[in-house]
T-cell receptor, first 109, second 117 residues
Framework: GQNIDQPTEMTATEGAIVQINCTYQTSGFNGLFWYQQHAGEAPTFLSYNVLDGLEEKGRFSSFLSRSKGYSYLLLKELQMKDSASYLCAALDSNYQLIWGAGTKLIIKP | GAVVSQHPSRVICKSGTSVKIECRSLDFQATTMFWYRQFPKQSLMLMATSNEGSKATYEQGVEKDKFLINHASLTLSTLTVTSAHPEDSSFYIC?????????????FGDGTRLSIL
């Protein structure tokens, strides 16, 4: 079956760096997405990786290893507003998104 | 950037009422739109995939007669929750993918918070 695994919850300190891991098992693979979702709001797109390696976008970076079925989202210089859930989603061979359950990130001052 | 408008943002109504939620892609054409439901502190759950000009594809366990989906144009999909009951209270979110760009991100509407009394 198809499956996405990511930690349920993580805690980090304002100004620090945090890495949120995601492993996936899908029927075929057409890329991996990271979304941010604040409580009570809809998800917003953060990043897309389809090739191995690191994609950097400001304070946020996303990494992909296709051979390992692994991705991570790296958040630098954490701000209180980064407190949110981070959703990992893989695109399978039918271009259907398989969603992880999300990682709730708690930022402490 | 791509914008998806979802309306209404919040609905409170009595049990037995039918509620229609609209999802519009404002600056792109979307042959495929997706309807999700999210209960408090739980993950997104895909309910159905809406295809322009054809019947929607429902996920297992989602009643098609309960959740009517119409995708009549390349910019509009509607979800009607028929004879809603308190257990249907949830956060409903639509998303749209631009036509011909299957590997591009889905763009989400702001969601509809449905409360059935």
């Amino acid at each position: 079956g198809q499956n996405i695994d990511q930690p349920t919850e993580m805690t980090a300190t304002e100004g620090a760096i945090v890495q949120i891991n995601c492993t996936y098992q899908t029927s075929g693979f057409n890329g991996l997405f990271w979304y941010q979702q604040h409580a009570g709001e809809a998800p917003t797109f953060l990043s897309y990786n389809v090739l191995d390696g690191l994609e950097e976008k400001g304070r946020f970076s996303s990494f992909l290893s296709r051979s390992k079925g692994y991705s991570y989202l790296l958040l630098k210089e954490l701000q209180m507003k980064d407190s949110a859930s981070y959703l990992c989603a893989a695109l399978d061979s039918n271009y259907q998104l398989i969603w992880g359950a999300g990682t709730k990130l708690i930022i402490k001052p | 950037g791509a914008v998806v408008s979802q309306h209404p943002s919040r609905v409170i109504c009595k049990s037995g009422t039918s509620v229609k939620i609209e999802c519009r892609s404002l600056d792109f054409q979307a042959t495929t739109m997706f309807w999700y439901r999210q209960f408090p502190k739980q993950s997104l759950m895909l309910m159905a995939t809406s295809n322009e000009g054809s019947k929607a594809t429902y996920e297992q366990g989602v009643e098609k007669d309960k959740f009517l989906i119409n995708h009549a144009s390349l910019t509009l999909s509607t979800l009607t929750v028929t004879s809603a009951h308190p257990e249907d209270s949830s956060f409903y979110i639509c998303s749209a993918r631009e036509a011909g760009k299957d590997n591009q991100p889905q763009h989400f509407g702001d969601g509809t918070r449905l409360s059935i009394l």
